[in-house]
């Protein structure tokens, strides 16, 4: 059985899948070829120090996970700015992710560009994503 925190990741994996055109891959490398939509690659990230109650016991994180997203081309600009925004769009509509989680907190990202050779530059950026949950058990 899956822990409360691999749930949660694979919610929002599964919640980054709407976006119809760009595939999603978790704590994959880059391919050598990125989609014609984009790349969005799902990191755990860390979960950090949680907070704690004693009565009943149970752990507060803010998750740190991360989203890679990626594009290529000419047009990388717009398909950029297109992508992140469904990216807020999808999280924004689901902030809880179906109840698993309190509150899911993209944060902005810092694109760069990025020269590719013999190929159309990349522009990338990590998207920070916090997940805020309890569990039980530090090791769920």
Partial sequence: MPTPRETILTALADLLRTIAHAPVLRGEVLPERVPAGGLLILRDGSPGEPDMTL???????????????????????????????????????????????????????????LPVEAGAPLKAAVIPVVLHYSTADPLS
Avoid: M, N
């Fill in 55 to 113: 009565s009943p016991l149970a752990y507060h994180y803010q998750h740190r996970a991360e989203i890679e997203a990626v594009v290529q081309g000419t047009k990388r600009d717009s398909l950029f700015d297109a992508l992140t925004a469904q990216i807020g769009a999808v999280i924004a509509a689901d902030r809880t992710l179906g109840g698993l989680c309190d509150w899911v907190e993209p944060e902005a990202p810092e694109p760069v560009d």
